[in-house]
């Protein structure tokens, strides 16, 4: 690619990195209104949606709080409803399904930016998704262990960060029904990590978040150009910077509840981009954390055939550390492929940690995730 389309992506990263953006926030607002100035004018309907949102993650430590109280319940019927409810809570969380409590306490507002691109009475959508808002930081130790290369001892797989969230008052609900000592208390301690963590989190002021996810948003924002010079026939684009994302992908998933009328599970394409910016690119296998979601092997086998057209290396992979915007679309029930990267060592350097700047994102993968996203539009708008 020519030299001038790596200096405008390392200023979009640049850029969006530069603002202080937390979930659900004045600054999250601000990046929208950022990303929405640099669509091409060529982009149909663009416009920032504001959808309610939680904004914390308060219903993942509230139930584990009610969990670890339930450990301390002299009463063996209490203890098992407290525990009861605190599993199925974050269970209801984690498998978006009713999201009682992040729904229930949506007092805040988040960004969503919509653009389209492309014919928009074409038969089939591609949907490209990024995230435009950042995390707070984890603690060093923690991070350091989240983000290490997946070791030999796991079979090469990441450790089961997110669903321990549902596992720790699990453990408490069955050690009390068992009874087991052992295991109720394994599960307390877990569920007063969890506690401590996310209250630890929650002080702290957001990461730059350059890979994750400036670089999805600039790698998406390098398509748009590409698609509006190209000006692709039979196919819809919709490119979509969702908020709130770090807080367990509440943008999308109201985007979804906004959108999902307009999209035929039968004519439409997700494509997640998120942390694009390491050495390696990659099409995940799937996503999932209560219940696992697969990709369509044809839509994966559709990405690689991209790929080798458009000369861009790509390996498959099992699921990350962490959801992704992705899950929401699944959740959905639309087909879904989510584009990441990883470190040459198979790691996720600088993830949810204030080193995750713009000097520490390869910007050549980034050109390569948008290189290979128009290579899919061309192959997707071939095929009616």
Do not use: K
């Amino acid at each position: 690619m020519a030299e001038d389309a790596r200096e405008q992506t390392l200023r979009w990263i640049r850029e969006v990195a530069a603002i202080e953006r937390p979930s659900a926030s004045a600054g999250e607002r601000r990046a929208a209104e950022w990303v929405l100035e640099q669509l091409p004018d060529s982009a149909a309907g663009t416009r920032v949606e504001c959808e309610r949102a939680h904004g914390t993650h308060l219903p993942f430590a509230l139930p584990s709080a009610v969990a670890l109280a339930a450990g301390f319940a002299r009463s063996r019927l209490a203890a098992g409803l407290m525990a009861g409810l605190g599993t199925a809570a974050i269970v209801d969380e984690l498998g978006g399904h009713l999201r009682l409590m992040r729904r229930g306490w949506a007092r805040r507002r988040t960004y969503n930016v919509i653009g389209e691109l492309g014919d928009p009475q074409a038969a089939r959508t591609v949907v490209f998704a990024s995230h435009h808002d950042a995390a707070r930081p984890w603690p060093a130790v923690f991070g350091a262990l989240v983000s290490a290369p997946p070791r030999r001892l796991l079979g090469g797989r990441r450790p089961p960060v997110a669903r321990t969230l549902a596992y720790a008052p699990l453990m408490v609900l069955l050690g009390v029904a068992a009874p087991a000592r052992t295991l109720r208390r394994a599960g307390m301690a877990l569920c007063a990590f969890i506690v401590a963590l996310f209250g630890d989190i929650s002080r702290r002021p957001p990461v730059p978040g350059a890979n994750d996810n400036g670089s999805g948003v600039a790698a998406v924002l390098g398509l748009a150009r590409d698609v509006a010079a190209s000006r692709p026939r039979a196919v819809r684009i919709l490119l979509v910077s969702t908020g709130s994302e770090e807080t367990m992908l509440e943008g999308m998933d109201a985007f979804l509840r906004r959108h999902r009328h307009e999209l035929d599970p039968g004519r439409t394409l997700v494509v997640c981009l998120d942390m694009v910016g390491w050495d390696r690119l990659i099409v995940r296998e799937g996503e999932g954390v209560v219940r696992r979601h697969p990709s369509r092997p044809q839509d994966v086998e559709l990405l690689l055939q991209a790929a080798r057209s458009a000369g861009v290396d790509v390996a498959v992979a099992p699921p990350g550390p962490a959801p992704s915007d992705g899950l929401a679309a699944r959740w959905a029930g639309l087909p879904t492929i989510l584009v990441s990267s990883v470190a040459a060592n198979g790691g996720y350097p600088h993830y949810h940690r204030p080193t995750d700047t713009p000097d520490n994102v390869n910007v050549e993968t980034v050109l390569a995730a948008r290189r290979l996203c128009a290579e899919l539009v061309a192959r997707l708008a071939e095929m009616d």
